[in-house]
């Protein structure tokens, strides 16, 4: 028999790795986390680039699975910074004495699975083999950055940084030229904190993003005591909600209203501002054209309201449809546009040709710059699993299976990848991440509880029900819904932001709270769709 040195690994120590680790110790499973990282964080250890913090309002960025921990953690702010999200899980981390099972600085290079032994082999980059029943993969969808192969980038003389792999030790851009290629959500957020120390920042800018004003703000005691208070309430609203979030309807459609009280209901929203402003303004801003259109032209409003530059403002302003890309919080992003020494220049009309000795060179201008700094984004979704030599029941890996598209079933499993589980997956939802990764996390526990009282060990998603999730969310794209119009506009929602990467639908697009249907429907028939078994190993 083979000997097994753990029964489950998780690879990864962000906040699915951690949630993950828990829910294995309240099952008695013994689990090892492998995590590339000195210390836990996952994305929130890479990306501390000046300016990062949370989307998601604290209290729900938060895990749910204590009682205790909701009461003992305060958050300063409604949008903590990347140093208080770390303190916060290394917190975590220590609280539930974690660390003893996680081995840090250990980047997983290949997985394999042995159908005889029903086992994995889990192989370092440090050559280190682990032998175990379950591999369960937290690496997180948004991790492995995406950087456009410009050419001569080695020639450069100067510095040269990714937002997504920001030194620990920090990066001084006092007195410097700096260029940042990229606007999305880790650009909006950098940007205003450079141009306070830099000589100049020049932005290339390829397609303007819809930023919505985030109103950080300090969370004040009463606010604090009341969620506390309520907390249960508080998950459960999040667990129905589109996108995991604490947050309520607009109850009304913008047809249903008067023009004055659009105008008003949308200057509201915009003060309450973060991602209120989307889902509590109009219910079908996101569904209804017309809505998204009178959302799109009043944000356009905004910004040429904001930037005092003419031609900047009108390059700031996008004409596609909002939520078509994911839209980022601002914290004094269009107001950074009126400083001195921010520039923006338009690199969809000249695009970037290579990186000179001097800087950046496009079509029709050079910058030559001290720094570069790439904010380019992510192989969302599937990157981290095709960046690792996965091999399932015949060999195959899944990079290879996924050559045109991830096939999953609830974005958990894979058809050949017995006893694999996936957390945050292509194929399962995007939404505010910690609600994603408790659900999932819980969900893996249930299949595991079920297999043991069976007697099983061993599940596979099957051919069959991973074909019919594949359709399922394929007509999903096809909807003429907002979302599903980011093959447009080269959002990573649809594989579009990487070259050569297929277009297909990352994540489940009917949103959150239709997600965790699906999954407690295949829960409660018993976990159909997947073949579940007892290996002649456990059998023996
Ligand atoms: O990446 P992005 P991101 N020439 O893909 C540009 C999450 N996140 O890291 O739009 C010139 O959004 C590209 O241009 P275009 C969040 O879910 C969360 O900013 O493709 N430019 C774009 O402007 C977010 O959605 C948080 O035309 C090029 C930028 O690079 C996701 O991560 C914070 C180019 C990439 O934007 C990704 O955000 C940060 C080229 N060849 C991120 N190639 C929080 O919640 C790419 N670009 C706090």
């Given amino acids: 028999m083979t000997?097994?040195?753990?029964?489950?690994?998780?690879?990864?120590?962000?906040?699915?790795?951690?949630?993950?680790?828990?829910?294995?110790?309240?099952?008695?499973?013994?689990?090892?986390?492998?995590?590339?990282?000195?210390?836990?964080?996952?994305?929130?250890?890479?990306?501390?680039?000046?300016?990062?913090?949370?989307?998601?309002?604290?209290?729900?960025?938060?895990?749910s699975f204590s009682h205790e921990l909701l009461q003992e953690w305060d958050w300063s702010v409604r949008y903590p910074a990347q140093e208080e999200v770390q303190r916060y899980l290394a917190y975590v981390a220590d609280r539930f004495d974690m660390r003893r099972d996680i081995r840090f600085d250990t980047r997983v290079v290949a997985a394999s699975y042995d159908e005889a032994a029903n086992?994995?082999?889990v192989s370092t980059q440090a050559g280190d083999c682990f032998v175990c029943r379950y591999l369960i993969s937290a690496t997180g969808l948004l991790s492995v950055a995406y950087v456009p192969d410009f050419p001569g980038l080695d020639r450069f003389k100067g510095e040269w940084y990714l937002t997504a792999r920001w030194p620990n030790e920090g990066v001084d851009v006092s007195g410097k030229r700096v260029v940042v290629i990229g606007t999305g959500a880790s650009g909006v957020q950098l940007i205003p904190q450079i141009a306070l120390l830099a000589e100049h920042v020049t932005v290339l800018q390829r397609t303007p993003n819809y930023v919505i004003p985030a109103r950080n703000a300090p969370i004040d005691q009463a606010e604090r005591i009341a969620v506390k208070r309520e907390y249960d309430?508080?998950?459960?609203?999040?667990?129905?909600?589109?996108?995991g979030f604490d947050m309520g309807t607009a109850g009304v459609v913008a047809a249903e209203l008067t023009p004055a009280e659009q105008r008003r209901a949308l200057e509201a929203g915009w003060e309450k501002g973060g991602f209120r402003f989307v889902f509590e303004t109009f219910d079908d801003m996101t569904t209804d054209p017309a809505t998204n259109e009178l959302a799109c032209a009043f944000i356009r409003e905004k910004i040429r309201a904001i930037v005092r530059d003419r031609k900047t403002a009108e390059l700031l302003c996008p004409t596609y449809p909002l939520a078509a890309k994911r839209p980022p919080l601002g914290h004094g992003y269009y107001e950074a546009f009126n400083r001195e020494n921010v520039t923006l220049m338009n690199v969809a009309s000249d695009p970037i040709q290579e990186i000179t000795e001097r800087g950046v060179r496009t079509a029709c201008a050079v910058h030559d710059c001290d720094v570069v700094i790439f904010a380019t984004g992510f192989d969302a979704f599937?990157?981290?699993?095709?960046s690792i030599d996965v091999r399932g029941?015949?060999?195959?890996?899944?990079?290879?299976?996924?050559?045109?598209?991830?096939?999953?079933?609830?974005?958990?499993?894979?058809?050949?990848?017995?006893?694999l589980f996936m957390i945050s997956g292509p194929q399962s939802s995007f939404?505010?991440?910690?609600v994603v990764v408790d659900y999932t996390s819980r969900w893996i526990g249930r299949a595991l509880t079920a297999m043991r009282t069976a007697g099983e060990d061993r599940i596979e998603a099957t051919p069959e029900a991973v074909g019919e999730w594949c359709d399922m969310l394929d007509a999903l794209m096809r909807r003429p819904t907002i979302l599903a119009q980011g093959e447009q506009v080269g959002s990573w929602f649809v594989g579009a932001n990487v070259p050569g990467k297929a277009h297909t639908p990352l994540f489940h697009l009917a949103g959150l709270s239709a997600y965790i249907k699906d999954c407690e429907r295949v829960a409660a028939e018993r976990f159909a769709g997947f073949a579940r078994s007892a290996s002649p190993t456990l059998a023996r």
């Fill in 3 to 63: 000997q097994l040195d753990y029964e489950a690994i998780v690879v990864g120590a962000g906040f699915g790795g951690l949630r993950m680790l828990h829910e294995l110790r309240e099952l008695g499973v013994s689990a090892c986390v492998l995590e590339a990282g000195a210390d836990v964080g996952g994305t929130w250890y890479w990306n501390r680039y000046p300016g990062a913090r949370t989307d998601s309002e604290a209290f729900v960025y938060a895990m």
């Fill in 119 to 121: 086992a994995w082999t």
């Fill in 233 to 243: 309430a508080v998950w459960a609203r999040a667990r129905a909600h589109f996108f």
């Fill in 382 to 386: 599937t990157g981290a699993l095709t």
């Fill in 393 to 419: 029941r015949d060999g195959t890996s899944i990079k290879e299976k996924w050559r045109y598209g991830p096939r999953t079933f609830l974005g958990i499993g894979i058809d050949g990848f017995p006893n």
């Fill in 431 to 434: 939404a505010n991440i910690p």
